[in-house]
């Protein structure tokens, strides 16, 4: 019990860093608790309560429970308002802080409203894709790809111009690719199943029939173009089995084409300039020249 409370004092603190950065209208209920002329309501026990995971609260249950979830809240309340006694609220870490945090709260909002809330998918398209897409919704399935790896998505696409036109993707792969493993082979990652790859090479790969090679398909490792080369079949999966896996596949495109549009209207909205020789000089200390960039596996 000892660590839980340690545990719960920590993610409490965690999650108000920044209490008291504005005053926010004091929640209701009957007061519980005073520290000071600060008080402490019934509502505020069931805030915070709210903020911390499900599997801590059971800790909490009850007379003898809710007691000493308010005592983790009077050692906070204590140990905020000795740090305001200190003058830490002018000091000038806290001060960044609550300017990133405030600004990184914003940045949250504004995505769920753009994003997460009008990202919508209903039985009726995840039934339809399943329909039209049965097949390649399997148990079993092994999947042969390669890749090709730069930078940039200029890169990406002075590349995969060059496929359109004949160019062999093995020799591509091998002169261009920056994952040096696999463009060793000609950029054959080999036989795969599914969940193996980050979920929007998988995408990419999902959309592809043998030999056809994607556009430019973006994860957090850089720019891929990918060549489908095999397909070991397995067990056709029922629609049961693929629902979740679906529905998580069209939310995560939805999500994808609303933000590409959202920063495409703000691009418009907002003038933007960069300049790429100060960008050059900076250096980053954990920055290592050379070695192998990996596969885009999970």
Known sequence: MRKALFYVVLVLFSLATLAGCAKKEKAGGPVV???????????????????????AREQFSGDEGKA????????????????????????????????????????????????????????????????????????????????????????????????KKGEAFAKLAESFSKDKGSAQKGGDLGYFGQGQMVPEFEQALLRLKPNEVSDPVKTRFGYHIIQLTDIKKGEIASFEQSKESIKKQLLSEKKKTLFDAYLESLNKKYTVTKNEESLKAVKLPWEKTGGETPAPHK
Request: glycine content about 2%.
């Open 68 to 163: 000493k979830f308010l005592d983790e809240l009077i050692k906070r309340e204590l140990i905020f308002q000795d740090a305001r006694k200190m003058g830490l609220d002018k000091d000038k870490e806290y001060l960044e802080k609550k300017e990133e945090f405030e600004k990184m709260t914003l940045v949250s909002l504004v995505l769920k409203k753009e994003i997460e809330d009008k990202a919508l998918v209903d039985d009726r398209e995840v039934k339809d894709f399943y329909d039209k897409n049965s097949d390649k919704f399997t148990i079993g399935t092994k999947i042969r790809a390669s890749h090709i790896l730069v930078e940039t998505e200029a890169e990406a696409k002075k590349i995969h111009a060059r496929i």
């Open 33 to 55: 608790a005073k520290i000071n002329k600060e008080a402490i309501t019934g509502d505020d026990l069931i805030t915070e309560m709210n903020r911390i995971p499900e599997w």
